[in-house]
């Protein structure tokens, strides 16, 4: 990963915006975004406006001083309060421990309340290796225990030899199983899931396959965006690929008020480029971050901790 060889973190980049309204050329801004939830349907999708943000190296340094209210990428943060920062807990990588990397600051004021002046912060830890144990752990978070079919109350850890789907707790229990009529069924159980995991492994291919085409279109209205902004309640991420998508319950509710958060954001693996990441195996990369802040943006001094899912290209755990 190539630095800052100044500062020591990533290069200085400005952020500047565009919407269709400005520039006809690279609009990307009313669009139909693939579905936030997949659990979630409607009947009518309604379209919403989206800026894009490009990098471009600064003019002169003075620009990016948090008194112009800059939107940058890499160097040094520009504290919106230079005197209320966030806590050293905040500044911390949960794994190895080690100072978070100041990665993108985005200047988003609001026209409601008092909060005129409202800037977003994002750190990540530069490590691989700690992105990677994030997703183990989300992953493991999310598997359940798959039970004796036969009691329904203890792992079954044994697994059916024959149809290798039912699942058994003992030999006792499979025994059990097996005398009240799964000898019979298991043939036809066996088959029917044969074919149910073809029919369903199409689909999914398909899923896939359309996902990425609808992405890579819409990215290609505008190639070198690296940064797409829409605080709306209709706003939805734009994902690039299938697997680890949040569900709803992945999204916390605000820490301080208790409501629910939104897309507010997200962050394109373009940047990397203009950071000069190289493609090696324990590259930083990811296929998208997706910040989501409280849609009330609650009122108070200081900095407020929002959430962020890092989606990566492959979600091989390490």
Known sequence: ??????????????????????????????IDDPDLYNDEDEDDEERVLVTLGFVEKPKNKWSLLRHYFPSKAGGTSAWLDPINLPSEKANICDFCSEPLQFLLQVYAPLSEGSTFHRTLFVFMCPSMTCLLRDQHDILRSHAE????????????????????????????????????????????????LEMSKSVSGNRVDESVKSLMDDFAEIISRAPEQVLRYCRSAKAKALWPVYSGQPSRSDIPACNYCGGTRGVDFQVLPQLLYYFGVQNDVDSLDWATIVVYTC?????????????AWVQLASQSAP
Do not use: P
Not at 7 to 20: M, N
């Open 1 to 30: 990963m190539e630095f800052d060889a100044n500062e020591g973190k990533f290069k200085t980049l400005r952020i500047s915006s565009l919407d269709e309204e400005e520039d006809d050329e690279a609009q990307v801004d009313e």
């Open 145 to 192: 225990a798959k039970l004796c079919n036969w009691c329904g109350t203890w792992k079954g850890d044994k697994v059916c030899s024959s149809c290798c789907e039912a699942r058994y707790c003992s030999g006792k229990h499979q025994a059990a199983h097996w005398r009240s009529g799964l000898r019979i069924g298991c043939t036809q159980l066996h088959t029917s």
């Open 295 to 307: 849609e009330a943006s609650c009122i108070g001094e200081g900095y407020k901790e929002e959430f």
